[in-house]
């Protein structure tokens, strides 16, 4: 069966939420220069370190090399068990999102929703209220899935997307759009080209 080319961005979701939940907690145990640093900028941070919780609130920006979490709110917590558990949301007519740029693929994977939890238990992220996942190449939109809620499981590589009132998709229903790979070549050959400054 052939990979969705939407499951990288609600990977790239679920990855965000976990890296908020342990930049918070200050439980970086990699050498120096291993990984780059997460750093998340917001209006107020209330850690609770009997509850395990951090909650950044106003405009909270995490930054993580090439990857972006906006949000009006970010609460991070931690199970009796050490299970990281992260939820991010916006203000009513906002949205989260999450933007991770791979500039070798010439590719930006954007996911958005009113609502982004992340289970570390499970390893599912769920981007609940005007879902979307985006794929971009060279600035284009190729791959789409608009819903009211999508889930992605990150242990088996899958995704569910479900449709209903507070759909991002007309009529409250689920709509994916995906582009044959033939037109994401040809665009990403445009932008070699032009990168190389050949016409």
């Known amino acids: 069966m052939k990979t969705s080319p939407f499951a990288p961005i609600a990977s790239i979701a679920a990855c965000a939420l976990l890296l908020a939940a342990q930049a918070a907690h200050a439980q970086n145990t990699t050498a120096p220069g291993d990984e780059p640093d997460t750093v998340i900028l917001s209006d107020t941070l209330h850690y609770d370190d009997v509850n395990k919780t951090s909650t950044f609130t106003g405009n909270v920006v995490l930054t ?57 238990a499970a390893g599912d992220i769920t981007l609940t209220g005007q879902a979307t996942v985006i794929r971009q190449v060279c600035g284009k939109t190729f791959d789409t899935v608009r819903g009211a809620r999508i889930i992605y499981h990150d242990k088996t590589g899958t995704y569910e997307a479900f ?26 050959a445009e932008c070699k080209a032009k990168k190389s400054g050949r016409p």
């Open 64 to 120: 993580r090399g090439a990857m972006t979490l906006r949000s009006d709110k970010l609460v991070t917590r931690e199970d009796a068990q050490g299970n990281q558990l992260g939820t991010a949301t916006a203000v009513p007519g906002g949205v989260v999102t999450i933007r991770q740029e791979n500039p070798e693929k010439f590719e930006t994977l954007i996911a958005t929703g009113q609502q982004a939890d992340y289970a570390g």
């Open 163 to 188: 449709g209903g009132k507070n759909s991002a998709a007309a009529g409250g229903r689920v709509r994916s759009l995906a582009q044959p790979q033939s037109r994401i070549d040809q665009a990403i």
